[in-house]
């Protein structure tokens, strides 16, 4: 059988190693005939025995060592077989090119399935793609909802759940938001959060790493560092453009950070490169350099930020992974978004997520109380480091018609 999977942005490169190390550890398993009980699960099919055939194109939509290459690197993900080299662009334009690309790549390989993750452009355009050449399509990460129409990703979740085949869900919230859609059953599959798989496989990696050395490799400018002590520091990640494309808006936020967050805590913030590039064309560089307790790093490698999450007092965010490392390890975490397509890592659902926009007053609210709440990890069902042999389990044995 023959697997086509896509990426396109750092996101889905998280989402991706687990599932290339399982499809290698499958084959392995069927070569030598032994599958061990409740992991990955023999063919019943005579189409499989052959193995599975792996194919994994790159679309390029973060072209950036840092934010593509490198995680290829940490996350021993085999470099593609095919990169598109889509680039940056517009929403429309991605996906335009993406489309055309991918297209071809259908036509040459003839796949069996095709494999999409998460809610980038390349979920939708690859998504799209394969059905319109009546290949079976399979979505990692499905069911997830923000309910902002306003946000790309989710128009990209709603259109890609629509048309594939397979529904891959991270928790029950997900499986219920698609059968409120009107999605079949039988197109849904409750299998875990294959992120999680990537944590449990780097945690001890991760532990290894020192958070000194960590900064000193990594540091955006000239700074003499403070010994950096787990639970003395708020770790920060910004690039959603309803935090960071207003002055008004990233200047309040760099205040606050400034004038409230550093009188607790040293502050470690690796700086996305259209943050950075904000912050600079809006003259509030100065403000940030000028205090010595505010760290400045370039964008961080996997297990880089996972070591810096197992020893952050508080994260405050507007990533959606981090939400879900959060509520694994336990840190106490403020989303500065209006909402979230992840609630089972929310408080009132048991984790330690908080969602507090961009307003001051509320992020200012909830810092104070997050302050005094000690690390709690959850783990919700099925979260267990194992959702990626699932996910092989139900493709090998999908019923063909």
Request: net charge neutral.
């Amino acid at each position: 059988m023959k697997i086509i999977s896509v990426v396109g942005a750092r996101p889905n490169f998280i989402k991706i190693a687990p599932f290339i190390k399982a499809i290698n550890s499958y084959n392995q398993q069927l070569n030598a005939n032994k599958f061990p009980p409740l992991e990955l699960v023999p063919p019943q099919r005579e189409g499989i025995k052959g193995g599975l055939d792996h194919i994994l194109v790159h679309t390029g939509q973060h072209y950036d060592d840092r934010m593509s290459r490198n995680f290829f690197r940490d996350l021993d993900i085999p470099e593609a077989d095919i990169n598109l080299e889509i680039g940056s662009g517009t929403n429309a334009e991605q996906v335009g090119l993406t489309m055309i690309a991918f297209e071809k790549v259908i036509k040459e390989h003839k796949p069996d399935w095709v494999v999409v993750v998460g809610d980038v452009n390349a979920t939708l355009a690859c998504s799209i793609t394969a059905k319109k050449e009546w290949i079976k399509c399979c979505h990692i990460e499905a069911g997830l909802r923000s309910g902002d129409m306003k946000m790309p990703e989710e128009i990209n979740r709603l259109v890609t759940d629509r048309v594939c085949d397979l529904l891959f869900t991270p928790d029950s919230i997900a499986n219920e938001n698609l059968i409120k859609e009107g999605i079949s059953l039988d197109k849904i599959c409750l299998v875990g959060n294959i992120m999680i798989d990537t944590l449990e496989q780097n945690r001890l990696k991760a532990e290894s790493f020192g958070p000194d050395s960590i900064l000193k490799n990594n540091l955006l400018r000239n700074q003499k560092l403070p010994d950096i002590i787990d639970e003395k520091y708020a770790l920060i990640t910004l690039h959603r453009p309803s935090n960071v494309d207003n002055k008004e808006i990233l200047y309040q936020l760099i205040q606050f950070i400034s004038d409230t967050v550093t009188k607790d805590l040293l502050v470690i913030w690796p700086i996305h490169p259209r943050t950075y590039k904000n912050i600079h064309q809006f003259g509030l560089l100065k403000q940030l350099e000028s205090n010595n307790d505010i760290i400045l790093t370039h964008p961080l490698g996997y297990h880089e930020m996972l070591r810096l999450n197992m020893g952050a007092k508080i994260m405050l965010t507007d990533s959606g992974g981090l939400q879900d490392e959060c509520t694994i390890l336990g840190t106490p975490c403020l989303t500065l978004r209006i909402n979230t397509e992840r609630p089972v890592t929310l408080r009132q659902n048991g984790g330690v997520n908080v969602l507090v926009g961009n307003d001051i007053d509320s992020i200012r609210k909830e810092y104070k109380e997050a302050l005094s709440r000690k690390r709690e990890p959850l783990r919700p069902e099925l979260w267990d480091g194992k959702t990626a042999g699932r996910i092989i389990n139900e493709l090998v044995n999908y019923p063909i018609l």
